[in-house]
């Protein structure tokens, strides 16, 4: 147990359908991230927040869209995606953006499947 | 364009020997560099980390050896044991940034076989 939750485990979407991804930390932290993991390449991070706000968005398509309503939630809406998008989706936060450490407290992530 | 490269992709090592993983980077801003381990269906978690003012730090059967001219750093296993079967991945950040100026390797799929 990180602290750090994700749902669902698991989703399957069609490239019309729209559905969301939740993460849940319950750590106190205030920096919460979004990286997609994908088989051979290097994690990639999407976005980051940084008490609610976001500092950070890697050039993203827009297909991915982010809210964050407070420091413990962070959501990941997801619609017309391609079957290139189809990853392990992780959720993490840390204590703050100040740069003491680098750690990372990671969920278990969402494996999504795009058809 | 990788700014840390790591390798080998993957690797199998018998249970209780040594295995190393290496990686290497360019960018010579890089202040912090941690090592994580993913377990199946788990997301990573730090294992352990080293800054560059040090050439070698250990924790337990794990150590980080750095050769900061060289811009290289590796992970060592001792007596790896077959739960140490992970992937693990090295990480670099740049100074003044914080968790968000993370670089990851592609990571390498260790396997301790029994």
């Known amino acids: 147990e990180t602290g750090v939750t994700q749902t669902p485990r698991h989703l399957v979407m069609g490239m019309t359908n729209k559905k969301s991804l939740k993460c849940e930390q319950h750590?106190?932290?205030?920096?919460m991230y979004w990286y997609k993991q994908s088989a051979k390449k290097p994690l990639e991070l999407m976005f980051v927040?940084?008490?609610?706000?976001?500092?950070e968005n890697n050039s993203v398509p827009s297909r991915f869209s982010p809210e964050c309503p407070n420091s413990s939630h962070l959501f990941l809406h997801l619609h017309t995606l391609q079957p290139e998008d189809s990853a392990l989706y992780l959720c993490a936060s840390s204590p703050r953006l100040a740069p003491n450490t680098g750690e990372l407290f990671f969920g278990e992530g969402s494996r999504l499947t795009v058809l | 364009q990788q700014q840390v490269k790591q390798s080998p992709q993957s690797l199998i090592v018998q249970k209780g020997g040594i295995s190393i993983i290496n990686c290497a980077y360019e960018?010579?801003?890089?202040?912090?560099f941690p090592w994580y381990q993913q377990f199946p269906g788990k997301g990573p978690a730090l294992l352990i980390a080293i800054r560059p003012d040090v050439s070698e730090k250990k924790e337990g059967r794990f150590t980080i050896s750095f050769n900061k001219s060289a811009k290289q750093f590796s992970l060592h296993i001792m007596d790896s044991q077959p739960g140490d079967s992970a992937t693990y991945f090295c990480?670099?950040?740049?100074?003044?940034?914080?968790?968000?100026?993370?670089?990851f390797g592609k990571g390498t799929h260790l396997i301790i076989q029994p």
């Open positions: 960018n010579t801003a890089f202040d912090y």
């Open positions: 750590l106190g932290h205030n920096a």
């Open positions: 990480a670099a950040r740049s100074s003044g940034g914080g968790a968000d100026g993370l670089t």
């Open positions: 927040y940084n008490f609610k706000e976001q500092t």
